[in-house]
């Protein structure tokens, strides 16, 4: 067990001293787009980065470090993306890529959810995007799309006819907690690698299974 005083710091530590958090509810839910849009008068005219937290993804370096170092070299707006399996193009937003560079692939074209038989690739943006201020002029103009809702795709697919975007293939292992299998295997995951808890963990999965 750890004292009160190095829990007291551990908490305390969670938000670095030059960090300041601010708030900002969406107060109907309208889509990732327009959740992304209420962030606007906080941003301002920056880039800046999206995380989904529901996308947890286990990596080494971080993967917003991966794609801020990656930003540093190339000034555009950048999307996380993995390969998916062609069944699963359903539930992201996939991009059409053109010609690969290394872990990098110039975005031609992107669709939320296309039915497998419309994908234009097994390419899908996993919840991390680095996007340039431009994002905003375009989300203010698109119309509802999948679902109904006012998608961040359909304002990065606008965003393509001003700006260069590359979609960024990172490596690491993401756990989709959006769905309680994937909440679970997370859980299990980070559980079985704990510094405090890991031998009783893995002790008492072992012991489950018997
Ligand atoms: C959202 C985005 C989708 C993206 C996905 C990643 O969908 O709309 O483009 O691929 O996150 O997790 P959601 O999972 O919120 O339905």
Redesign the pocket.
């Known amino acids: 067990m750890r004292g009160k005083h190095e829990m007291l710091a551990m908490v305390r530590d969670v938000v670095p001293k030059n960090v300041k958090c601010i708030y900002v509810r969406q107060q109907e839910a309208l889509g ?1 787009g327009h959740a992304v849009l209420c962030a606007q008068p906080v941003v301002g005219d920056h880039p800046f980065a999206v995380i ?1 937290a ?2 947890l993804i286990d990596a080494k370096p971080p993967v917003m470090k991966q794609m801020v170092d990656v930003y540093r070299r190339e000034r555009c707006s950048l999307l996380g993306v993995q390969q998916v399996s062609r069944a699963e193009t359903r ?3 996939i991009v059409k890529p053109g010609r690969r560079e290394g872990i990098l692939y110039p975005v031609t074209a992107i669709v ?2 296309p039915h497998p038989s419309k994908a234009p690739s097994r390419l ?4 991390r995007y680095i996007l340039s201020p431009r994002i905003f002029h375009h989300l203010q103009r698109v119309k509802p799309g999948a679902g109904g809702e006012i ?3 359909d304002g990065i697919a606008a965003l393509l006819g001003d700006e260069r975007v590359l979609a960024h293939q990172f490596t690491g292992v993401r756990y ?1 907690c ?1 769905s309680k299998l994937g909440y679970l295997k997370a859980n299990v995951a980070y559980g079985l690698k704990h510094p405090e808890v890991a031998r009783e963990f893995a002790k008492h999965l072992a012991a489950l299974r018997r």
């Open positions: 990732l989904l529901d996308d539930q992201y937003g939320e959810k899908g943006v996993v919840g998608q961040l795709t989709d959006g």
